[in-house]
């Protein structure tokens, strides 16, 4: 959510100051910054551990780095 490129970037900010009047950019940051982190780390593990046990991504698809 903290992509420019979202697309309910401006929607999602526009929802959260319904509720609170003196939100901004910077507090839709701070709010999803730990939940981007979250998912970085945990995709990053599955990626290694897809990587170490040597699974294919599907049929006839193996991971080549």
Known sequence: ???????????????????DKKSGLGTLISVMLPYSIAFLV???????AWYVFNLPLGPGAGLHI
Do not use: G
């Open 1 to 19: 959510i903290i992509s420019p490129l979202m697309s309910y970037f401006a929607m999602i900010l526009v929802f959260m100051q319904r509720y």
């Open 42 to 48: 945990f995709w990053t593990l599955m990626l290694v």
